[in-house]
């Protein structure tokens, strides 16, 4: 049977993007480079000490904690590797990192369609992560040659599954061929601190942010805090009702005023998982209720209207307590009720 194939490359080309300096102070950062040093080198049991001494003190942190899920998967823990990933998914679900690398635990356990829906949803989150959507290639390969193989066991004279199965074990086989620099799945060892939610550039750079549309002349980055009052957008000009909404949406958010916040969102909003309102609601008021500031600010604002509906595009970056991250978004707003309400939300597109 073939085996799927993945580079390491791949497993964290997201998170390999820039150092934590920035998102963090320099001791925090240093502590996270060497115990990334230490991964790579082997030394797992000096880094599972020091990821946990760096915990001790920063419990909620998602580097800190994403790295301890790495160093739980390389010692062989799975187990523990799942709880870790996991825990991450539920409390920073917007991160595609930890759901491709519960993916690849699971498919390391032949539980293939786990491995599926933890990919799907890393997609659904950033749908430019380009690493999640190649792991989902090989992931819909494997469960193909499984089906292949049934048919095969029923009806051993069909050619038609014959030449399939053999077409993709030759397809995945490519990734032991000569030339490919490729290791098992799961075989991934950070190279430097790790950043979380940054997604894939679209350009030929090997690790990069998501893409970014030329920002029209003029435009800068709004703090969301701040946001202009309502009285100095022109009436009935679309655009400036649209970027008022966006304001109060983002104010409604940093200053965690989650009646307000939830107000910007139409009683027909689409669900980002499909999920009831009433449950989506819930989650969203447990999420921003929690303990610590948070600011929400955006730049590139971008505002295409068709009558009574709009997609804006803009850049957003969230920071908290234990977070920091900057990502591209879409946002299908309507007027309703004299009003423009967020319709449906895209993150990474």
């Known amino acids: 049977m073939t085996q799927i194939r993945l580079t390491a490359a ?7 993007s820039v150092t934590l300096l ?5 001791v925090h950062a240093d502590a996270l480079q060497d115990i990334s040093k230490q991964i790579k080198q082997g030394q797992h049991a000096q880094a599972l000490e020091q990821v946990d001494k760096y915990l001790a003190a920063k419990p909620k942190d998602a580097q800190g904690r994403f790295l301890k899920g790495i160093v739980l998967t390389e010692m062989n823990k799975p187990n523990e590797a799942i709880v870790m990933f996991t825990k ?7 991160l595609p990192e930890p759901y491709n690398n519960l993916a690849v ?3 390391q356990q032949k539980q293939y ?13 950033h749908p430019s992560y380009a690493t999640a959507h190649e792991n989902l290639g090989d992931i819909y390969a494997r469960l193909a040659s499984q089906a292949y193989d049934k048919a095969l066991q029923i009806d051993s004279s069909n ?4 030449n399939k199965l053999a077409l993709i074990r030759d397809l995945m086989g490519t990734a032991s061929r000569p030339g490919k620099t490729t290791k098992p799945i799961g075989d991934a060892r950070p190279a430097e601190p790790v950043k ?6 679209a350009a030929p750079t090997p690790v990069a942010a998501a893409p970014v549309a030329a920002a029209p002349a003029a435009v800068s980055a709004k703090p969301a805090e701040a946001p202009k009052p309502a009285a100095a957008k022109a009436a009935g000009d679309p655009n400036a009702e649209i970027t008022n909404a966006i304001d109060l949406w983002a104010a409604a958010w940093s200053r965690k005023d989650v009646k307000a916040y939830l107000a910007t969102y139409a ?7 499909g999920e009831s309102r009433s449950a989506w609601d819930a989650e969203r008021q447990k999420r921003i209720a929690k303990p610590g500031a948070i600011q929400v600010s955006y730049e590139n604002l971008r505002i295409s209207v068709d009558g009574d509906t709009a997609t804006v595009k803009f850049r957003q970056h969230y920071k908290s307590a234990s977070l920091k991250t900057s990502s591209n978004k879409t946002l299908l707003m309507g007027k309703r009720d004299g009003k423009w309400q967020i319709l449906q939300e895209r993150v990474g597109s």
């Open 267 to 273: 009683r027909d909003f689409k669900t980002p998982a």
């Open 22 to 26: 920035a998102l963090a102070p320099a």
């Open 196 to 201: 979380l939610a940054e997604a894939p550039k």
């Open 159 to 162: 050619s038609s599954a014959q």
């Open 88 to 94: 991450l998914t539920e409390d920073y679900p917007e």
């Open 105 to 107: 635990i699971y498919a």
């Open 10 to 16: 791949r497993l964290l080309a997201s998170a390999l």
């Open 113 to 125: 369609d786990k491995a599926k829906q933890a990919l799907e949803m890393a997609i659904r989150t």
